[in-house]
């Protein structure tokens, strides 16, 4: 299994700042994948970073509010532009894990961000 | 597109005891793959189970077991002998085979375990 960690683990932010959350893998991975939780929410994807290519975007997230990037295959970045309070999430990476029992997502500890 | 239904929103289970989560989906696909993840108040997402829809044989983990019909679209989870370390939120995921592994989870449960 993929050893996955994030930063900060959280943070408070004012309103119409920036923060990049950090995530790191203990492995080579082709594939990881941005997710918001809003409190008391299920998941929702914001994004799927390939290494080597733009992030691709689900409905409703787009690259000026999420910008993304992805230097490596062990790394990646999330970045929440001009935030305002409908911001505070949780906000998880995850990576693609390959077993031969079936697929599966590793998830990371997740980043609570609270925007005042 | 593929949605996930979990009608519990809160449940709770006294301890030793067994308990059902119910979970269904709607899709289209004949190839993809069903998961249980959990999330305890450290909000670390952890697999609990996976079931791959071609097989008719329900995934058992130990004290953890689904119970998958596919022409139902119904894959509940069933904790046996709960323990106080169940507690967490459990979400139910369909993952479509050959997407690129995008997940699609449903709202959660959030079960309690009551000494």
């Known amino acids: 299994s993929a050893v996955i960690s994030q930063k900060p683990s959280r943070d408070i932010c004012q309103r119409g700042t920036s923060l990049t959350i950090q995530c790191q893998v203990d492995?080579?991975?082709?594939?990881m994948f941005w997710y918001r939780q809003q409190p008391g929410q299920s998941l929702t994807l914001i994004a799927t970073?390939?290494?080597?290519?733009?992030?691709?975007?689900e409905s409703g997230f787009v690259i000026d509010k999420f910008p993304i990037s992805r230097p490596n295959l062990t790394f990646s970045t999330l970045t929440v532009s001009n935030m305002s309070p409908e911001d505070s999430s949780i906000y998880l990476c995850?990576?693609?894990?390959?077993?031969?029992?079936?697929?599966?997502?590793?998830f990371g500890p997740g980043t609570r961000l609270t925007v005042l | 597109a593929q949605t996930v239904t979990q009608s519990q929103p809160e449940m709770s289970v006294q301890e030793a005891e067994t308990v059902t989560l119910s979970c269904t989906y709607d899709t289209s696909e004949n190839n993809y793959y069903l998961f249980w993840y959990k999330q305890p108040p450290s909000r670390q997402m952890i697999l609990v189970i996976r079931q791959e829809a071609y097989k008719q044989q329900n995934a058992t983990e130990n004290r953890f077991s689904v119970n998958f019909q596919k022409a139902a679209k119904s894959f509940s989870l069933k904790i046996s002998d709960s323990q106080l370390g169940d507690t967490a939120m459990y979400f139910c995921?369909?993952?479509?085979?050959?997407?690129?592994?995008?997940?699609?989870f449903g709202t959660g449960t959030s079960l309690t375990v009551i000494p």
């Open positions: 995850s990576v693609e894990g390959r077993l031969a029992r079936g697929n599966e997502q590793f």
């Open positions: 492995s080579q991975v082709t594939m």
């Open positions: 995921a369909f993952m479509k085979q050959g997407t690129g592994n995008q997940f699609y």
């Open positions: 970073a390939n290494q080597g290519s733009e992030a691709t975007y």
